[in-house]
């Protein structure tokens, strides 16, 4: 069994600032990466940000910049720094990740920025 908990979401300002956190659980030895994506209303879900073992990352344009990945791998965590938010960031955040070629996912937390 495989538990990814997300924490961190809530409501903001446009120009303010939120961190998510996942915390993963279980079965999740040798994690391949760890990322996040946002599903907005009406909308698919789309790639946020990730980082992959080794430490390397990638982020959507539209968040490079504003937005950081970080990863602790001893809490089995990865968070996501979100600043300067804006009102097109508002959507549900949902934690991903790849484990021996499988794709496990958080129950999601969703983020409101306000304008």
């Known amino acids: 069994q495989v538990q990814l908990v997300e924490s961190g979401g809530g409501l903001v300002q446009a120009g303010g600032s939120l961190r998510l956190s996942c915390a993963a659980s279980?079965?999740?030895?040798?994690?391949?990466?760890m990322g996040w994506y946002r599903q907005a209303p009406g909308k698919q879900r789309e790639f946020i940000a990730i980082?992959?073992?080794?430490?390397?990352?990638h982020y959507v344009d539209s968040v490079k910049g504003r937005f950081t990945i970080s990863r602790d791998n001893a809490r089995n965590t990865v968070y996501l720094q979100m600043n300067s938010l804006k009102p097109e960031d508002t959507a549900v955040y949902y934690c991903?990740?790849?484990?021996?070629?499988?794709?496990?996912w958080g129950q999601g937390t969703q983020v409101t920025v306000a304008s």
């Open positions: 980082v992959i073992s080794g430490g390397t990352t």
């Open positions: 991903n990740i790849v484990l021996r070629g499988r794709d496990y």
């Open positions: 279980g079965d999740i030895f040798s994690i391949n990466s």
